[in-house]
């Protein structure tokens, strides 16, 4: 970005949003919003105590079981609804209702069901992000161009082959943005899961701080929350590019 | 049939002569309520090019993919080298009028699936590959993707990977149905030279009267609705001229006002 001429870096409104936090934090006008240096420095303190980092362990091992468990079950299933025309019938109108339905309602639910610990999270997780991955992937599926599968066949390939070297590499740009999406959807099916929990991971941590009143570190975690998020968005992206550059024709 | 140089011949039928390769006997196709193919009978000489032409609708390349073995035929038989077949096969080697290449792969993987396909060792298969790569004009693009060709280009790997099977019979679906003008007319040219050199069976499938006319050594005309065989017209152009010289040749061109005086009533 150019302005008047000059070069802006890329961070350019973060720092200036900090700037005004900051001066808004010292004016003192309301305790919910203290100073930005004081929160950043509240978020280094806290990153190094104990209960941070048995609460992100937690808050990681939750997520990263229910994510593989939603990638495990979604894209298979995508697949088959892709393929096979009773496997969409059977799932079709479940997987479109629950991939816009607001799950957290269902939380309070799953807590009676799978008890207030960790297994409800990951519930929480592989719920929040099975039902976009399915979409996706059946959609990749859907859109193989007939005329591949039917230049597979003319050179002699078996269903199996025409699946593996054909069908599964096509949809493949679908399939991992489907799990890109699911990825940033878990990360908010973790935290929710966890707040509505409440007593484990960031969720304990969050009601700690909010009861407590302690904002410095409310937002340090907030800040570290999104961070994370935006960085595993990230990643997925760069892996996706690379994949939709050999996709890039169609 | 003013013209000498145009020798209709009647609708083959009965006994095949020894070098018929491909036999189409009595095809009908219907799709569901639709007539698409009425009693298609024809052969197909060995070492020939021949071309389905006809309006769009006229089921030519139904016809094709029949012979292809990628659509089955309501009633009626095909036969390659004397054999009845039911689907595709290894004598016969298919090109697609949207090239049908995988975006992820190399042109030299593209050209080399059909050996991968049949299980050729990779050293043997990238080997044959790069030949005919070299034949067909794209010599240095191994190692490019298919989105970073042209359409002609991309086609060129079509043809490529077609001929690398080594397959008797070559069946291309409006191959150049998808490159502009320019490329269109020097495409036309190479696969002439192809054909020349590799000495193969070609079924073509076109709906332009001046590809088919250029590139044919006999052009089966179909009528729309259901398809049926209207008229075959062997041109009887000297092939070795310049190709600027036959496009201006009289026989050439009466062969074109011949077959647009056939299909005119198509027209709408």
């Known amino acids: ?250 | 049939m003013a013209n000498p140089r145009l020798a209709p011949t009647a609708h083959p039928s009965g006994a095949a002569s020894p070098d018929v390769i491909v036999e189409v006997r009595d095809i009908c196709k219907h799709y569901n309520d639709v007539e698409a193919l009425r009693d298609i009978n024809l052969d197909f000489e060995r070492g020939k090019l021949t071309t389905l032409l006809g309006p769009s609708g006229c089921g030519k390349t139904t016809l094709l993919k029949i012979i292809a073995g990628l659509v089955p035929a309501t009633s009626g038989q095909i036969r390659i080298n004397g054999k009845t077949v039911t689907g595709p096969g290894p004598e016969r080697a298919f090109v697609f009028q949207d090239f049908a290449l995988m975006p992820w792969a190399t042109v030299l993987r593209n050209v080399a699936f059909g050996l991968e396909l049949k299980g050729v060792p990779q050293a043997e298969r990238n080997r044959t590959a790069r030949h005919y790569i070299r034949e067909v004009g794209l010599s240095g693009f191994e190692e490019k993707y298919p989105h970073e060709l042209s359409g002609g280009m991309r086609q060129r790997v079509g043809i490529a990977r077609a001929f690398s099977v080594n397959a008797d019979v070559l069946l291309l679906d409006e191959p150049f149905s998808a490159v502009d003008e320019q490329n269109r007319r020097k495409f036309q040219e190479d696969l002439l030279q192809l054909v020349e050199k590799e000495r193969k069976t070609f079924l073509f499938v076109t709906h332009s009267i001046e590809e088919a006319v250029y590139v044919s050594d006999r052009i089966v005309l179909l009528s729309p609705r259901p398809g049926r065989v209207s008229q075959i017209i062997e041109p009887a152009i000297d092939r070795s001229a310049a190709p600027d010289v036959i496009r201006r040749d009289k026989s050439y061109l009466d062969v074109v006002e011949e077959i647009w005086q056939g299909l005119r009533q198509y027209a709408e």
Do not use: C
């Open chain 1, 1 to 250: 970005m150019k302005l008047f001429g000059f070069r802006i870096p890329m961070m350019a409104s973060l720092v200036l949003w900090a700037l005004v936090w900051e001066i808004v934090g010292r004016m003192d006008v309301i305790f919910l919003i203290p100073p930005m240096s004081s929160i950043i420095s509240a978020g280094f303190g806290l990153v190094a105590t104990g209960s941070w980092q048995s609460a992100s362990l937690v808050t990681v091992r939750s997520f990263v079981l229910g994510m593989a468990l939603a990638i495990a079950v979604g894209v298979p299933l995508g697949i088959a609804m892709g393929r096979f025309r009773i496997v969409d019938n059977i799932f079709g109108l479940w997987v479109n209702m629950f991939v816009s339905a607001p799950l957290s309602a269902l939380v309070p639910i799953l807590m009676i069901l799978f008890g207030l610990g960790e297994t409800t999270v990951v519930v929480t997780v592989f719920l929040f992000a099975v039902w976009i991955i399915v979409l996706d992937a059946r959609a990749g599926v859907m859109q193989v161009p007939p005329s591949l599968i039917e230049m597979g066949r003319s050179y002699g390939a078996s269903r199996f082959t025409i699946f593996t070297k054909i069908i599964l590499l096509s949809a493949l740009p679908e399939i991992l943005a489907g799990i890109r999406i699911g990825l940033i959807r878990g990360v908010k099916g973790v935290v929710i899961g966890q707040i509505l929990v409440s007593i484990i991971g960031y969720g304990e941590l969050f009601e700690l701080y909010s009861r407590s009143f302690d904002m410095e570190r409310f937002w340090a975690l907030t800040m570290i929350l999104f961070a994370a998020a935006m960085l595993l968005s990230a990643v997925v992206e760069h892996f996706e590019k690379r994949i939709e550059y050999y996709a890039g024709a169609r």
